[in-house]
C-alpha cells in the first residue's frame, strides 16, 4: 500500500467515525427530546384561559394560606434560616395562627429581602445574624436569654438553613455543601440539645431519592436509564447509596445530614425531616420560578410543542412546606408513642407534576414584562455542560492556571450535568406525610396547588412592578448566596 492509499483510507476512517458520532449525538438529542411511556397521562396541562381566569380570581380573593394550620401550641420558637423561603413562611405561620413575636427567634447569614416579613408582626420578631458554620455564632445566638414572659416555655427548632448548588456533582467541591450541610447541621443539633430544646425539625429534600442519569448509554435504549422516575421516602429504610448514585453533592449532604437529625431521635428529643418535592417556589427570591419573572430571555431546550409533553418534577409552594413543618411538630408534640418521630416526609403542591409549558406559559402570559423564550437543542446544552464541568476543575487541578482563566458566574456555573436529572421525569409521592395521624401521617393537606401558587407569585411580581418601565428587580436566590458562601469557605 502506498502513501496515498494510506491516506486516502484514514481520510474514509476519519468520515466514517465522524457520520458515526454526528448519528450518535442526533440520536441522544431525539432520546432527550422524547417523553416517557409512564409519563403520558400524568399531567393536564393549563390553558392560557384557564391561567388568566385564576388570574383574576386570586386578585381579588387570594389563597388563604393561613386557613388550616394545626393549632397553636404554646411554645418558643427558633428557626435557622428564617429570612429564607421554608424558614420565612415558618415565621408567618406561626405568627397568624398567635404565637407572639417574642416567642421567635430567626437566626441567618442574611437579612430578609422578603416585603411580607418587613411588615406587622414579623418586623418584630428578633433577627441575630448567624453563621451555622460556626459553633461560636450558634451558641451565641442560642443562649441569648428570652424575655421572662416566655423563657419557660419549651423550646422547638426549625432547621431550614442551608446552601443549595443544585448541579455540581464532583466531589472537589463537595466541601461547601459538607460544611454547611452536614457540619452545620451537627452544630445546630447540639446547640438545640444545649439550649434545653425537646422538638428539631429540619428542612431536607426529595432530591436525595433522585438516581442520576445517563445519557451517553442510552444509544442502544429508546431512553436513559431512570429517564422516569417515581420518588417517596423508601430510600430511608435501606443502607445510604454511594457519592456516585446521588444526582449531586447537594442530594449526597442532604442525605447524611437527614439521617444525622433523624438518628437523633429520642423521647426527650424528638426529631424528623421534611422533604420538599423539588423544587420549593413561592417567594420573588426563589430560584425556579421567581427568577424565571427576572428574565427577559429564558434560555430553555423545550420547544415550545414539546413542553406540553414532559413533565417537570413535583413543585411545592414554600407555604405549603411551612404547613408540612408545623403538622410534624404538631405530631412530634404528642404524648405517647410516636412512629412518625425520627422519619423523613416528602410534601408537594395538591395536584400531580406539571409540565413545562405550565411554567414558561405562566410567565410569558400573565407577567407585566414581556418574555422571550429561547430555544436551544438538549445536545447543545448535554455537551456544553460536560465542558463546563472540565473547566471548573482547572483552577483546582492546576493551580497556577487560576490568576488567568475568567471565573464562571450565574446560569455558566450552575449548567452542569447534574441539571439533567433533575429537570426530567420526577415524579414525587407524599401518600405517607397526607396519612392520618392514627395512621403514622401527619395529616398534611397542602393549601396552594402550584397553578394559584405560581399565578400568585406573577400578582405579587406585577404589583411591585406596576409600572412596566420599571427595572425588574433581581434578587438574591440561593445560587447567589451560595457564590458569597463559597468565597467565605474557600471553595
Given amino acids: 500500500m502506498d502513501s496515498g492509499d494510506a491516506a486516502r483510507l484514514a481520510l474514509a476512517a476519519c468520515g466514517i467515525v465522524s457520520v458515526l458520532s454526528i448519528a450518535y449525538l442526533v440520536r441522544i438529542n431525539v432520546i432527550l427530546k422524547g417523553t416517557p411511556i409512564e409519563a403520558k397521562g400524568i399531567v393536564t396541562p393549563w390553558t392560557k384561559e384557564l391561567r388568566r381566569k385564576v388570574y383574576k380570581e386570586l386578585e381579588n380573593n387570594p389563597v388563604d394560606w393561613t386557613a388550616d394550620l394545626p393549632p397553636k401550641l404554646d411554645r418558643r420558637y427558633i428557626i435557622t434560616g ?35 416579613m418587613a411588615i406587622g408582626p414579623a418586623a418584630q420578631v428578633e433577627f441575630i445574624k448567624t453563621d451555622i458554620t460556626s459553633p461560636e455564632s450558634i451558641d ?26 443544585i448541579s455540581e456533582r464532583i466531589k472537589l467541591f463537595y466541601r461547601l455543601p459538607e460544611a454547611v450541610n452536614i457540619h452545620g447541621t451537627r452544630i445546630v443539633l ?22 442520576p442519569i445517563s445519557a451517553w448509554d442510552s444509544w442502544w435504549r429508546s431512553e436513559p436509564r431512570d429517564y422516569i422516575q417515581f420518588i417517596d421516602e423508601s430510600d430511608f429504610d435501606k443502607p445510604i447509596r454511594a457519592h456516585e448514585e446521588f444526582f449531586g453533592n447537594y442530594a449526597v449532604s442532604k442525605a447524611a445530614a437527614e439521617r444525622i437529625v433523624c438518628s437523633e431521635n429520642e423521647p426527650s428529643f424528638r426529631t424528623g425531616c421534611i ?70 416526609f ?23 414584562h414581556p418574555t422571550e423564550l429561547q430555544f436551544i437543542q438538549p445536545i447543545i446544552i448535554l455537551v456544553l455542560s460536560h465542558i463546563l464541568e472540565w473547566y471548573s476543575q482547572l483552577p483546582y ?56 401558587g405560581m399565578v400568585t407569585e406573577v ?33
Fill in 275 to 344: 422533604r420538599p418535592a423539588n423544587a420549593v417556589y413561592g417567594q420573588q427570591g426563589d430560584a425556579c420560578f421567581g427568577r424565571l419573572l427576572s428574565l427577559p430571555v429564558i434560555p430553555t431546550y423545550v420547544s415550545q410543542r414539546l413542553a406540553y409533553l414532559l413533565t417537570r418534577p413535583n413543585f411545592v409552594h414554600g407555604a405549603n412546606v411551612a404547613e408540612g413543618h408545623l403538622r410534624q411538630e404538631a405530631v412530634l408534640a404528642r404524648k405517647g408513642d410516636c412512629p412518625q418521630a425520627g422519619r423523613p
Fill in 346 to 368: 416528602i410534601v408537594t403542591d395538591p395536584n400531580p407534576p406539571i409540565t413545562f409549558a405550565d411554567l414558561y406559559g405562566t410567565i410569558t402570559t400573565l407577567s407585566v
Fill in 82 to 116: 428564617g429570612n429564607g423561603l421554608v424558614g420565612g413562611y415558618i415565621v408567618l405561620q406561626l405568627l397568624a395562627r398567635g404565637t407572639s413575636p417574642e416567642s421567635i427567634r430567626i437566626l441567618d447569614i442574611r437579612e430578609t429581602e422578603r416585603s411580607d
Fill in 397 to 452: 487541578r492546576l493551580p497556577f492556571l487560576k490568576p488567568i482563566l475568567p471565573e464562571m458566574k450565574g446560569d455558566l456555573k450552575t449548567l452542569r450535568p447534574g441539571l439533567f436529572s433533575v429537570c426530567t421525569h420526577v415524579i414525587a409521592s407524599d401518600a405517607r406525610a397526607r396519612k392520618p395521624v392514627a395512621e403514622g401521617g401527619l395529616g398534611y393537606r397542602g393549601t396552594f396547588t402550584t397553578l394559584q
Fill in 459 to 491: 400578582i405579587e411580581w406585577n404589583q411591585e412592578h406596576s409600572d412596566k418601565e420599571k427595572e425588574r428587580r433581581v434578587y438574591s436566590t440561593s445560587m447567589l448566596l451560595a457564590e458569597k458562601l463559597e468565597k467565605v469557605h474557600g471553595s
Fill in 190 to 211: 447540639d446547640a438545640a440539645r444545649k439550649a434545653g430544646a425537646d422538638i428539631f425539625s429540619a428542612t431536607s429534600s426529595s432530591s436525595i431519592a433522585i438516581r
Fill in 140 to 165: 451565641a445566638a442560642f443562649s441569648k436569654p428570652w424575655s421572662k414572659s416566655v423563657a419557660h416555655l419549651p423550646l422547638t427548632v426549625f432547621h431550614t438553613a442551608a446552601v443549595i448548588v
